[in-house]
Nanobody, 124 residues
Framework: QVQLVDSGGGLVQAGGSLRLSCASS????????VGWFRQTPGKEREFVAA????????IYANSVKGRFTISRDNGKNTMYLQMNSLKPEDTAVYYC?????????????????WGQGTQVTVSS
C-alpha cells in the first residue's frame, strides 16, 4: 500500500481557488493511479477526479469538469488538485486515494490507500 497525506484545504469565498496536495512516502506511488474523492456529512463519498500512472489520462466528475484540474509529479511523489471557481456545494472533506494496480477509475472500490482527508469550506 501507499501512505498518503493530503493537505491544502481551508476556507475560501465562492469564486475563489484552492490547491490540494497529496504526498506519498511509499515507493509505489509512481506506479499507482491516484484520485480525489469528497464527502459531506450524511452523504456517500463522491468521486472528484483521477489521473493515470503516466498522467496522460484524467477523468473528472461532471460537477467539477472545467473548474478542477488534477495533476501529479512522480518525481516528488505528489498529486495535486487545483480547484477554481469554487462553489458552496464544493464544501466537503477531500480525500486522496491510490490504486496500486494502476487503474484510473471513478469508483472508490478500486483504491486501496487513502489519505486522512482535508476540509474544504466554500462560503457564499
Amino acid at each position: 500500500q501507499v501512505q498518503l497525506v493530503d493537505s491544502g484545504g481551508g476556507l475560501v469565498q465562492a469564486g475563489g481557488s484552492l490547491r490540494l496536495s497529496c504526498a506519498s512516502s511509499g515507493r509505489t506511488f509512481s506506479t499507482s493511479a491516484v484520485g480525489w474523492f469528497r464527502q459531506t456529512p450524511g452523504k456517500e463519498r463522491e468521486f472528484v477526479a483521477a489521473i493515470s500512472v503516466s498522467g496522460t489520462t484524467r477523468i473528472y466528475a461532471n460537477s467539477v469538469k472545467g473548474r478542477f484540474t488534477i495533476s501529479r509529479d512522480n518525481g516528488k511523489n505528489t498529486m495535486y488538485l487545483q480547484m477554481n471557481s469554487l462553489k458552496p456545494e464544493d464544501t466537503a472533506v477531500y480525500y486522496c486515494a491510490a490504486d496500486r494496480f494502476g487503474r484510473t477509475r471513478d469508483s472508490g472500490n478500486y483504491y486501496d490507500s487513502w489519505g486522512q482527508g482535508t476540509q474544504v469550506t466554500v462560503s457564499s
